[in-house]
């Protein structure tokens, strides 16, 4: 009796025993088998193998929600999108907490412009997580890409009220601000030092008045240029200029310019032109046409670019084809943006071969330089003070072929300051 009770006891505690090591052994199997995926996705783009995998961790431990959540993260990976949505949402039915299946989804709709979904699902976060930023971010947006200004507004007042010292936040709140009130008139100064024996300098300087609107922009500027040799003046003279970019759709704009002037320092008139069309991640093309009419001759310009923002970079490449007399000379330029703060603060940093119609220091010479090689290289910074200063320097270097096979040093000292109304 006393034996056959001690046998059932000792069955008893190698059952409770064996069954608890299946569990732990079952708990490492499917840990190891979660970190293996996590490192393989970190290390591999094999996300069939992944899926594979997360599928085999889903049938072994199927309250294991991890292993959905990484089934929808690689679904997404191969562009799969319905299957990443469809597991997105299994966790959230299944635990309405799990913060990071609120996040992939929401991204996932904003990459697929499903922008009042992933504003539903913004909101149902920031009922369970009031107090997580990231999601207040995420807020603001989408309202940005729905183009609901007074809304981001909001947002981004209501993101201030809980973190009023988040830097993203006051940034986007500032920019959005200086885009509602960029009216402004302020001075553009450039000096032109000439290395050539008893030519320059040359001075310009530009009155400018910017007024924008929700259409787009307009902008007047009255210029002055005065160029000496021989340390006299040799010529001098005024030129009226009034431009404007109109927003034809969400995706696209034109700019349009027209200038004149009655002095031999300046064209006799300028007339230009261009249609710009922004495409999906930040790249934007132009094409365009100029036409000159200086006092000896007729030039007409095609020109063409593209840019690409590139996180804080902005990059621009454009080429013109100046036409005279059946005869084409190619110019050509890059130009190179890191912006800080706000749209006015920025460093830039230019290249270029030849002489464009876009270059206001050297446009009176446009009809000299045309079949004249030109080397240009700059750099520049902008400030904007006091929120309510714009400021910036620019220094230029030009090497320049003066008449053929002969060259001249010309250097720029361009100065900016602009006040913000």
Same mark, same amino acid.
């Given at each position: ?189 450039? #000096?032109?030092?000439?290395?050539? +024996?008893?030519?320059? /300098?040359?001075?310009? *300087? @530009?009155?400018? %008045?910017?007024?924008?609107? =929700? ?104 080429? #013109?084809?100046?036409?005279?007399? +059946?005869?084409?000379? /190619?110019?050509?330029? *890059? @130009?190179?943006? %890191?912006?800080?703060?706000? =749209? ?78």
């Amino acid at each position: 009796m006393r034996q056959s009770y001690r046998y059932h006891y000792y069955t008893l505690i190698l059952f409770f025993s064996l069954g608890t090591l299946s569990l732990c052994a079952q708990k490492m199997n499917t840990d190891s088998l979660l970190v293996s995926i996590i490192a393989d996705m970190k290390t591999s783009n094999n996300y069939q193998k992944n899926i594979e995998k997360c599928l085999l961790g889903k049938k072994i431990a199927p309250e294991y929600l991890d292993f959905q959540l990484l089934l929808g993260r690689n679904y997404e990976f191969i562009k799969q999108t319905d299957s990443a949505r469809y597991y997105y949402k299994m966790v959230l039915d299944k635990n309405p907490k799990y913060e990071e299946a609120f996040l992939y989804l929401i991204n996932l709709n904003i990459h697929e412009k499903k922008y009042n979904e992933g504003l539903a699902t913004t909101e149902k976060a920031l009922t369970l997580y009031p107090k997580s930023l990231v999601y207040y971010q995420k807020k603001s947006e989408i309202y940005g890409l729905l183009q609901e200004r007074e809304q981001q507004i909001k947002s981004l007042k209501e993101t201030l009220e809980i973190f009023p010292n988040d830097p993203q936040t006051l940034s986007e709140f500032e920019q959005i601000n200086q885009e509602k009130r960029n009216n402004r008139i302020g001075v553009n100064y450039n #000096y032109t030092a000439i290395d050539r +024996k008893e030519i320059g /300098p040359w001075h310009l *300087l @530009n009155l400018e %008045y910017v007024n924008d609107q =929700k259409w787009g922009s307009i902008i007047g500027r009255i210029s002055y240029a005065e160029r000496y040799a021989i340390n006299n003046s040799i010529s001098k003279g005024m030129q009226f200029e009034i431009e404007s970019y109109y927003k034809t759709s969400k995706r696209s704009y034109t700019y349009w310019d027209a200038t004149y002037s009655n002095d031999l320092v300046f064209p006799k008139y300028k007339l230009g032109g261009s249609f710009y069309l922004n495409w999906e991640k930040s790249w934007e093309a132009d094409l365009g046409v100029r036409f000159i009419k200086t006092q000896n001759l007729d030039v007409l310009t095609l020109v063409t670019g593209v840019s690409k923002t590139i996180g804080s970079y902005w990059l621009s490449v454009k080429a #013109y084809l100046n036409n005279n007399k +059946k005869k084409y000379n /190619p110019v050509f330029t *890059l @130009n190179n943006r %890191y912006y800080f703060n706000t =749209k006015y603060d920025y460093a830039t940093l230019n290249i270029g071969f030849g002489t464009s119609p876009d270059e206001r220091t050297t446009i009176a010479q446009l009809q000299n330089r045309l079949k004249l090689y030109s080397y240009r290289i700059g750099a520049g910074y902008y400030k904007l003070l006091l929120k309510k200063f714009v400021t910036g320097i620019q220094l230029n270097y030009n090497y320049q072929e003066y008449i053929p096979n002969e060259f001249q040093n010309e250097y720029e000292l361009s100065l900016l300051l602009h006040y913000k109304l």
